[in-house]
């Protein structure tokens, strides 16, 4: 069996928790997206909890795209706690290059928890890196740099693996890397894409140790899924609805056929 329909398939068989700090305008997507994909979602932000939840969770997905500062303490709270129990911790740097606050507090989840896969587009990225550049609200900007070197210095630096999200994405854990070229343009006529995508790599990592592969493994299905989706949509609002119903369909056939994924 291919490898990215492999770990489809565990997802299904396994249904993992993916606890969830995350963006409230996106957050009714990103529950959908990871139920759509066989895992289970849960969306638990408050600190009193947001530890015991991180606790019977198999992943972690936080996400800052709205963020605040009682919700960066949660953030910690759990991360510390999924940490603890050894199940992985998806940081979605959302917005990160466009305000103090977001380049502050993600430096502080970065140093205070044990980040597994960072991901952001190219400006978040080249950002978190040290590069000196500005994202246009949550929207990437121009990056005048090798970008697989970028992803590489990050993902050695923090011994995470960084994802790159974009017309093709970029999965390093600092020496191995991946190419990703699935996916489809009218991914981005609708909010919520990256948010989603982070989901879904959250709960590949639940089911696969090798987090580079995961999330490889789900880029491919969730750009395959984009693909399929804009054969029969009209605009945005008939794609979102095919984009969920395409991943739920998925199979190891479609897979096969239409993965298009590089290991350099």
């Not at 999924?82 to 993600?106: F, H, M, Q, S, Y």
């Not at 995508?197 to 299905?221: M, P, R, T």
């Not at 969730?222 to 979102?240: D, M, N, V």
Request: glycine residues 8%; charged residues 25%.
């Amino acid at each position: 069996m291919n490898a990215t329909a492999e770990l489809l398939k565990k997802i299904k068989e396994q249904k993992p928790l993916v606890h969830h700090i995350t963006n409230w305008v996106t957050i009714y997507d990103c529950a959908n997206i990871v139920r759509a994909i066989g895992a289970l979602p849960v969306m638990a932000h408050a600190k009193e909890e947001a530890g015991d939840m991180a606790r019977i969770a198999n992943a972690l997905v936080l996400n800052i795209g709205t963020l605040t500062n009682e919700l960066i303490e949660a953030m910690k709270i759990a991360g510390k706690a999924a940490n603890e129990k050894g199940i992985p911790v998806v940081l979605d740097a959302v917005g990160v290059g466009a305000t103090k606050l977001r380049d502050d507090k993600a430096a502080e989840l970065l140093n205070e928890i044990k980040i597994d896969i960072i991901k952001g587009n190219a400006s978040e990225i080249a950002k978190l890196s040290g590069m000196e550049v500005q994202t246009k609200g949550v929207e990437s900007t121009k990056v005048e740099a090798n970008l697989i070197e970028v992803a590489k210095k990050l993902a050695n630096e923090k011994k995470a693996v960084v994802v790159i999200t974009g017309a093709e994405d970029i999965i390093t854990n600092g020496k191995d890397v991946y190419l990703c070229k699935n996916g489809h343009k009218m991914m981005g006529s609708i909010v919520g894409t990256g948010c989603m995508a982070a989901s879904v790599i959250g709960a590949f990592a639940a089911v696969e140790k090798d987090y580079a592969k995961a999330a490889a493994s789900a880029l491919v299905v969730f750009g395959i899924a984009g693909e399929l989706a804009a054969r029969r949509a009209t605009g945005p609002g008939s794609y979102k609805e095919s984009f969920y119903d395409e991943i739920y369909n998925l199979d190891e056939t479609d897979i096969d056929e239409m993965e298009k994924l590089e290991k350099k």
